[in-house]
């Protein structure tokens, strides 16, 4: 069983940042895909970023896109959401999740597809 952390969620105003790490502190994260999603209170969950095993595929989606960034950072065994631009729309309980796959360049945007899970962080983002 692999147990995921995230951290670094929090209030921000429009227009700030934040920035989420994911570990895995019990595996080599760089052999997972991982998923950012995102769950607004009473709505359903979206998957906002994803990377494949192979750093360079990605998936942002649109509402996302150009404003928050996924990237890894294999020394210290995590994957970081980088959240600029914040908005109200974005405010959110946070999840990142991760699956065992062969594969380098799939990643993967269903919760039926990933093996392990994240307790999530809220971000919360004021007008």
């Known amino acids: 069983q692999v147990q995921l952390v995230e951290s670094g969620g929090g209030l921000v105003q429009l227009g700030g940042c934040l920035t989420s790490?994911?570990?895995?502190?019990?595996?080599?994260?760089?052999?997972?895909?991982v998923g950012w999603s995102r769950q607004p209170l009473g709505k359903g969950r979206d998957y906002v970023a994803v990377?494949?095993?192979?750093?360079?595929?990605?998936f942002y989606a649109d509402s996302v896109k150009g404003r928050f960034t996924i990237s890894r950072d294999n020394a210290k065994n995590m994957v970081i959401l980088q959240m600029n631009s914040l908005k109200p729309e974005d405010t959110a309980v946070y999840h990142c999740?991760?699956?065992?796959?062969?594969?380098?360049?799939?990643?993967?945007?269903?919760?039926?597809?990933?093996?392990?899970w994240g307790k999530g962080t809220q971000v919360t983002v004021s007008a």
């Open positions: 999740a991760a699956r065992q796959t062969p594969s380098i360049d799939a990643y993967y945007l269903d919760d039926y597809e990933y093996d392990y």
């Open positions: 990377v494949s095993r192979r750093v360079d595929t990605m």
């Open positions: 790490p994911c570990a895995a502190p019990e595996r080599p994260f760089e052999t997972y895909p």
